[in-house]
């Protein structure tokens, strides 16, 4: 269940939780080990490249986290937006180019 594994992932690493060092004193090794490695999955660089590979690498029945797939829609959405404002600029300039031309035209 990542969706829950990155939930408790940003719980203990908010800066209330990870700020108490005496609390972390007290935690044995193979959970810190543990973390580490829990930790190394949700670094964010490469649009989130090691959780994704985790992603693949387990056999359904699993949870994603959707966290993933809703920053691959928003940036899906701002690339197409991005497109059709090229494509109304392109539009825009080809008429006021045709518009140029025909008074020109008319103008002789």
């Given amino acids: 269940n ?10 203990i690493t908010s800066s209330s939780i990870y700020s108490l060092e005496s609390a972390w004193l007290h935690v ?6 543990r973390f580490e490695e829990i930790k190394h999955y949700f670094v964010t660089a490469n649009n989130m490249a090691n959780l994704r590979t ?6 359904p029945p699993m949870i994603p986290y959707t966290g993933i ?5 928003i940036q899906t959405e701002e690339r ?20 140029q031309h025909n008074n020109n035209n008319n103008s002789n």
């Avoid at 990542?2 to 719980?11: D, E, H, P």
């Avoid at 797939?69 to 829609?73: F, I, K, V």
């Avoid at 197409?80 to 518009?99: D, G, H, P, V």
């Fill in 28 to 33: 044995p090794d193979k959970h810190k080990h």
């Fill in 2 to 11: 990542f969706q829950s594994l990155c939930a408790v992932y940003g719980a």
């Fill in 69 to 73: 797939y809703l920053q691959d829609l």
């Fill in 80 to 99: 197409f937006k991005e497109k059709m404002l090229r494509e109304q600029m392109k539009a825009t300039n080809a008429s006021s180019q045709q518009s």
């Fill in 54 to 59: 985790l992603h693949k690498d387990r056999n």
